[in-house]
């Protein structure tokens, strides 16, 4: 039987010895923390008006990277949502605003002048700079966010980072530490990559018996 030790844990960071497992069961849940657990970011950016010397195409970029909450219990991947429209809607879609004017000085517009629809679904900092406008300049856009995976695109990764040490290979004893962007719990993204993990074991299981 598989025997799990939690060394250490809080919101970004979580270090667990597993026990009697083959290595490369936890080297899976190590790349599903940062490959296949989903988490939200902005893929879409319609802008409205911009006057800042930054084009719109490195904006939109900037907006991607920036780190969102994400709530996996309220929230579908787009191509599992039952809307199955291209447009998505408020089961697989978060609409954030941004609308800054610099008046008669200098501005640094940040992620904390984002506003969602969804106040839990919001950036995990309100610091990260965007873009300096300068007096007179202004910025106003609509960004649309979704669930996605690392395996995308690095904006969905949750985890910075994701690594398995061996304590005794000939016990089968690992430490794997993971360590959140902010977006999910360190302990959520380990959760989640062992139930995936799991999900992709019965799969394999069901489609070989085809073959037997």
């Known amino acids: 039987m598989v025997k799990l030790q939690i060394i250490e844990q809080d919101e970004k960071e979580i270090k667990v010895i597993f026990k009697d497992i083959h290595r490369s069961y936890v080297n899976a849940i190590r790349r599903f923390a940062i490959c296949e657990v989903p988490t939200i970011a902005i893929d879409e950016v319609v802008v409205l008006e911009n006057s800042s010397v930054m084009y719109d195409e490195l904006i939109a970029h900037r907006l991607g990277l920036i780190p969102l909450k994400t709530d996996l219990t309220r929230y579908s991947l787009p191509e599992e949502c039952d809307c199955k429209s291209a447009l998505g809607c408020t089961k697989c879609r978060v609409?954030?605003?941004?609308?800054?004017?610099?008046?008669?000085?200098t501005r640094v517009v940040y992620s904390g002048d984002l506003r969602s629809e969804d106040d839990f679904v919001k950036p995990t900092s309100d610091s990260i700079p965007i873009v300096k406008l300068a007096p007179k300049q202004a910025i106003k856009l609509e960004a649309y966010a979704r669930l996605g995976k690392g395996k995308e695109h690095a904006k969905w990764q949750p985890a910075t980072v994701s690594v398995l040490t061996p304590v005794s290979e000939e016990e089968d004893t690992y430490m794997l530490y993971i360590e959140s962007l902010g977006s999910l719990p360190?302990?959520?993204?380990?959760?989640?990559?062992?139930?995936?993990l799991y999900k992709k074991l019965l799969e394999f299981a069901e489609k070989s018996k085809s073959v037997m």
């Open 186 to 196: 360190s302990s959520e993204i380990l959760s989640k990559a062992t139930e995936i």
């Open 95 to 105: 609409l954030l605003v941004l609308d800054v004017e610099a008046g008669n000085r």
